[in-house]
């Protein structure tokens, strides 16, 4: 069975780093690209970024560029978001979720990211 799960989130001040990590697992997941989301309390979930599997270019939401940078590791099917000067407003959960092609597909369980001013 397919299982996305993902760590490293946590409380950290304004202006400080947190990494990300999510890990894919079960069968072999017929991997497009693997995208971040966030979904803050009231809010509805958003795109934070994206990696395509094969090439490896990757795609930010404009609240993020420029601080965020995610990455990948194909042999562990795993991929990271580095989070550089956090902001109060990046306090949400994140989700991993991989594209299989057609659509987002496959979703983690999300972690906890939050960022006092």
């Known amino acids: 069975q397919e299982q996305m799960v993902e760590s490293g989130g946590g409380l950290v001040q304004a202006g400080g780093s947190l990494r990300l990590s999510c890990a894919a697992s079960g069968r072999t997941f017929n991997i497009h690209r693997m995208g971040w989301f966030r979904q803050a309390p009231g809010k509805e979930r958003e795109f934070v970024a994206a990696?395509?599997?094969?090439?490896?270019?990757?795609s930010y939401a404009d609240s993020v560029k420029g601080r965020f940078a995610m990455s990948r590791d194909i042999a562990k099917n795993m991929v990271y978001l580095q989070m550089n000067s956090l902001k109060p407003e990046d306090t949400a959960v994140y989700y991993c979720?991989?594209?299989?092609?057609?659509?987002?597909?496959?979703w983690g369980q999300g972690t906890q990211v939050t960022v006092s001013s």
């Open positions: 979720a991989v594209h299989g092609g057609l659509q987002y597909n496959y």
């Open positions: 990696i395509i599997w094969s090439g490896g270019s990757t």
